[in-house]
């Protein structure tokens, strides 16, 4: 969970409200609590998959195109990086924070 609150107050910090997730299925993280802690900072986030897992591209919200400010992932950078420009990095314990300039 600090991991987690962490990562939120970065975001907000920030200021980022655009917020792509990029998570290892085989790692069982939870996106959800994520905007549980978001919703209190009283900002209008959305959160979008950046790297899906395939039954989620089948999902309505699917959107290839979203480019978020941020990613949450517990990849590492490398992967996010072959298919975003990284502008920063902040390493936690079990998650990383990626600060994105654009898509490849």
Same mark, same amino acid.
């Given at each position: 969970m !600090?991991d987690?609150?962490s !990562?939120?107050? #970065?975001?907000?910090?920030l *200021?980022c409200? @655009? !917020? *792509?997730?990029?998570?290892d299925p085989i790692?069982?993280? %939870?996106e959800?609590p994520? %905007?549980? $802690?978001?919703r209190?900072?009283?900002?209008?986030y959305?959160i #979008? %998959?950046v $790297?899906?897992? #395939?039954y989620?591209? @089948?999902s309505?919200?699917?959107?290839?195109?979203?480019v978020?400010e941020?990613i949450?992932?517990?990849?590492?950078p490398?992967?996010?990086? #072959?298919k975003f420009?990284?502008e920063?990095?902040? @390493?936690y314990e079990?998650l990383?924070l990626? @600060?994105?300039?654009?898509?490849?």
């Amino acid at each position: 969970m !600090i991991d987690h609150l962490s !990562i939120t107050n #970065e975001i907000d910090k920030l *200021g980022c409200t @655009k !917020i *792509g997730m990029a998570l290892d299925p085989i790692n069982d993280r %939870w996106e959800y609590p994520f %905007w549980a $802690i978001l919703r209190n900072f009283n900002r209008n986030y959305r959160i #979008e %998959w950046v $790297i899906y897992p #395939e039954y989620l591209q @089948k999902s309505s919200n699917y959107d290839p195109d979203f480019v978020p400010e941020v990613i949450i992932t517990d990849f590492p950078p490398d992967v996010i990086s #072959e298919k975003f420009d990284i502008e920063h990095v902040w @390493k936690y314990e079990h998650l990383v924070l990626v @600060k994105v300039k654009g898509r490849k």
